[in-house]
C-alpha cells in the first residue's frame, strides 16, 4: 500500500516550506522576517558542534529555542532563534553561489518523521579575520505544524574550518 493522499500533500507542503525558507536564507532576508515567515512561535535551532568551540563559535551546540519577540516580557532571556542568527552573523559572513541551493527534487522528504534533509554548499567568512573556506552542510527540517511552519532546524556545518578561520 502506498503513501496517501494526505501523505503526499503533506510531504509537498513541508517540501515547498523548505525550499521557500532555503531560497530566504540565501537571498539574504533579514532573519528576524525568516523567522517570523517560516517558523512557528516556539520553534528551535540546534547547530551541531563541539563544546569546547563556543568559545570562538558561540552558536554552536545550544539549543535555541522560541523568539525573542515572544519573551518580550522577560529581556533577561538568552538564547532563542532570534539570538542564533544574531550570534551566527556577528561571527560568519555567508556568500551562496548559484550551486548553494539544489534543486527541489534533491530535498530529501521522510514522510513518517515529517523531516526535510537538504545539502547546501557555500563559502563562508570570517567577520573578525577575513578568512574565508568553501563548504557543505546540511539542514534538517522537521516538527512543521499544520501550516507547514518550521518547529526544528538543526544544521551540520564544518566547525574545524570556522574555528581555524575565525582564528587571529
Not at 502506498?2 to 537571498?27: L, V, W
Request: charged share 25%; proline share 7%; net charge negative.
Amino acid at each position: 500500500m502506498g503513501p496517501s493522499p494526505y501523505d503526499e500533500i503533506r510531504a509537498s507542503g513541508i517540501r515547498d516550506t523548505a525550499e521557500a525558507f532555503c531560497k530566504a536564507f540565501i537571498a539574504g532576508s533579514p532573519p528576524t522576517e525568516t523567522l517570523n515567515k517560516y517558523f512557528t512561535p516556539d520553534a528551535k535551532i540546534l547547530e551541531h558542534g563541539p563544546a569546547w568551540a563556543r568559545e570562538r563559535l558561540p552558536f554552536l551546540g545550544i539549543v535555541f529555542h522560541g523568539r525573542r519577540s515572544q519573551t518580550l516580557s522577560n529581556a533577561s532571556i538568552k538564547n532563542t532563534c532570534d539570538d542564533y542568527y544574531d550570534l551566527l552573523t556577528s561571527v560568519l559572513s555567508f556568500h551562496p553561489s548559484e550551486d548553494t541551493l539544489p534543486p527541489k527534487k534533491e530535498f530529501m522528504v521522510d514522510r513518517q518523521r515529517g523531516t526535510v534533509t537538504i545539502k547546501l554548499s557555500a563559502r563562508f567568512a570570517s567577520i573578525k579575520t577575513g578568512k574565508s573556506w568553501e563548504e557543505q552542510f546540511v539542514y534538517v527540517l522537521s516538527e512543521f505544524d499544520e501550516d507547514y511552519k518550521i518547529g526544528s532546524q538543526e544544521l551540520w556545518a564544518d566547525p574545524l574550518s570556522a574555528w581555524m578561520a575565525v582564528q587571529d
